[in-house]
């Protein structure tokens, strides 16, 4: 068979990852990475059991159901179950009842009781002055909007996520919350906020119209209560197009299934939190660094899906209720065992969030329409504002730095295959080892990736410590190890993107 025979073949059989491998080595894969990863977890079972007095403080508080005590020192995970038991369920729920009398009795004036829930809502949560201070920066960013100005609208944002690090700004918002989980809250509704406040003075900005929308359609926007506490990110364009659409029949399925999955892991996530004390051993800094190379690998595996349960839940709950109201919400987070590349991480976990970028920072930059320099720009300009949102602080630096590094060394990897000496080279080649070779050459990158978004789940030293203890320690055993586990798993999603691209095919 000639090279452009097989080539052909290749772009028409969905690639090297979608062909399929028989069975036996597949299950060798499958043996490869879930066995490793079964006994990492139970180590840090083991683990859990030794340390649970220095980490917990004993038995005194200990469920009387289940006889542990529960690890509540991920601040995340603990703040947001707080403040959902406090208010923000009452808030959800009232919603949920206002959009059905409204949607029954009301639909000419759905925005208009939409916004006037919020407001009541918000004033319960957080208070008068914080709800003032959002109210103003409303108006800032739609007066930016009227005078349709890109510099002025991003100006704005950005000295507005300044306010949020400053520590002068910090104690004026302190003083204004009146508690330290009224502020904590107030911050985050705040930063999410500054995100959609862009989005549509951006929107209006780009319009060939020179209509522009009213302050209510802002402030609806804004402060949509399903959206307004945890996101996910909605873009204006897409809340606008989908606010009064798609009947309630259509989206029923939809809703039930999300309100399904987000309880079952969110029992699931409680009832670890009982037996596996990950986050608790990882914040001991002290007893992290005298864990076996083993125990360290199983919490970072812990820790690393426990951040994507969180936001399956968080958001699962919050795009369940704005579903309900017709709007098109992002898909929930991708689990991190699927993730094989910096790509794909960025573009699936928070699928949201990556919109916004890519429509207001990596396209206005120029995007890969100009070529691999102006993509990479783009990437980095994305990064640089992520990098800012979230604080700058030294392990999101860290993890943004290394995260651009990964695309580049990918996208420049990608630029090479392309070259005829390695289209040349591959198809020498059958596709199963062609597979096999991009299995390979991924299974670093997976490595490296997972320790980075450690970093910046854990912090720079805990991040040191994976690195020590996963890589260098036992080097080269224990990284060979580590690596040979990532090629099992980067098979096995091949081998599921082998199924439903088949899947696809019949369908």
């Known amino acids: 068979m000639s090279p452009t025979t097989k080539a052909v073949n ?16 597949i299950v060798l894969y499958a043996v490869g990475f879930c066995c490793p990863a079964a006994y990492s977890i139970y180590c840090v079972y083991v683990a859990s059991l030794e340390n649970e007095i220095e980490l917990l403080g004993g038995k005194q508080n200990a469920s009387a159901l289940i006889g542990r005590r529960m690890d509540s020192t991920d601040f995340e995970w603990t703040f ?3 403040w959902f038991k406090n208010g923000l369920f009452s808030c959800f729920l009232g919603h949920v009842i206002v959009s059905s009398i409204v949607r029954r009795c009301l639909p000419k004036y759905k925005k208009e009781c939409f916004l006037a829930y919020s407001l009541l809502s918000l004033y319960c949560v957080i208070g008068l002055k914080p709800l003032a201070l959002l109210t103003l920066h409303n108006l800032l960013f739609y007066a930016a909007a009227v005078l349709r100005s890109k510099l002025l ?25 009146g508690s330290e989980s009224t502020y904590y809250l107030t911050l985050s509704i705040t930063a999410i906020s500054i995100l959609r406040q862009l989005s549509f003075s951006l929107e209006v900005c780009r319009r060939k119209d020179k209509r522009v929308c009213s302050v209510v359609d ?16 909605v873009t204006y364009d897409t809340f606008q197009e989908h606010f009064n659409n798609t009947p309630v029949v259509d989206r029923a399925v939809r809703v039930c299934w999300y309100i399904c999955r987000v309880t079952a892991w969110a029992v699931i996530t409680e009832l670890a939190c009982y037996f596996l004390y990950f986050c608790a051993l990882e914040q001991n800094s002290p007893l992290f660094e005298s864990l076996p190379p083993l125990v360290v690998a199983g919490i970072g595996y812990l ?19 704005a579903i309900l109201d017709g709007l098109e919400t992002p898909p929930l987070p991708r689990c991190v065992s699927t993730c094989y590349s910096f790509r794909t991480t960025w573009k ?30 783009g990437s980095a300009g994305c990064f640089t504002f992520v990098c800012y949102w979230h604080g700058g602080h030294d392990n999101i630096v860290m993890w943004s730095v290394f995260n651009w590094a990964g695309i580049v060394a990918e996208s420049l990897g990608t630029a090479l295959i392309k070259t005829n000496t390695a289209k040349t080279y591959l198809n020498t080649h059958s ?60 098979q096995l999603i091949f081998e599921l993107e082998c199924l439903f691209y088949k899947k696809s095919k019949t369908e």
């Open 10 to 25: 290749n772009k028409s059989s969905g690639g090297a990852g979608s062909c399929g491998l028989p069975a036996a080595e």
């Open 80 to 82: 947001w179950k707080t």
């Open 153 to 177: 609208c991003w100006g704005l944002g950005t000295f507005l996520v300044a306010t949020l690090n400053s520590s002068l700004f910090r104690v004026l918002q302190y003083r204004l919350s």
């Open 218 to 233: 802002l402030f609806v926007y804004n402060f949509y209560i399903p959206l307004a506490f945890l996101g996910p990110v």
């Open 303 to 321: 820790q690393g899906h426990f951040l994507h349960v969180k936001y399956v839940i968080f958001y699962g709950l919050t795009s369940a209720l």
């Open 348 to 377: 699936y976990f928070d699928s949201g969030l990556n919109i916004f970028l890519v429509r207001y920072v990596y396209i206005p930059m120029g995007g890969s329409r100009k070529g691999l320099l102006w993509q990479l720009l």
């Open 431 to 490: 596709l199963r080892n062609q597979r096999r070779m991009k299995a390979a050459m991924f299974a670093p990158v997976a490595t490296l990736l997972i320790i980075n978004n450690l970093v910046f789940v854990g912090g720079r030293q805990a991040g040191s410590v994976y690195f020590h203890k996963l890589l260098t320690s036992n080097f080269p055993v224990g990284a060979l190890g580590l690596i040979f586990s990532m090629y099992c798993s980067v």
